[in-house]
């Protein structure tokens, strides 16, 4: 049983990863996709696993690596464009609120 989880367990992991592309305008289906990520890749134990269960984790990784890239590049532009959001709503308030009061 161990050994057919292992196999779903890759088979998912290579799906969800798959799934960024479509899933990039959508900050909440991007961290639930995480999310399910993280719990795949907290279940591997690597001293628990032989070497070639190592290898198939590590392979699909590595064929990904394009996507995961991409994802977190992402991420990263998103969370500065949301930063600078912020940052403009901020000033806008502040001048809003310092015309108000003049």
């Known amino acids: 049983m161990v050994n057919c989880l292992g196999f779903l367990d890759l088979k998912l992991l290579g ?3 798959d799934i960024f592309p479509f899933a990039s305008d959508d900050v909440e289906a991007r961290n639930a996709l995480w999310n399910v990520i993280a719990r795949i890749l ?4 690597e001293p628990e696993m032989s070497p070639s269960r ?3 984790y590590v ?7 394009d996507l995961i890239e991409d994802e977190l590049l992402n991420q990263q532009v998103d969370s500065g464009d949301e930063q600078h959001t912020l ?3 901020s000033a806008a308030n502040a001048r809003n609120a310092s015309v108000s009061f003049s």
């Open 15 to 17: 799906g969800l990863l």
């Open 59 to 65: 392979s699909v990784l590595v064929t990904k690596l």
């Open 87 to 89: 940052c403009s709503g």
């Open 54 to 56: 190592v290898h198939h």
């Open 42 to 45: 907290v279940r591997i134990r």
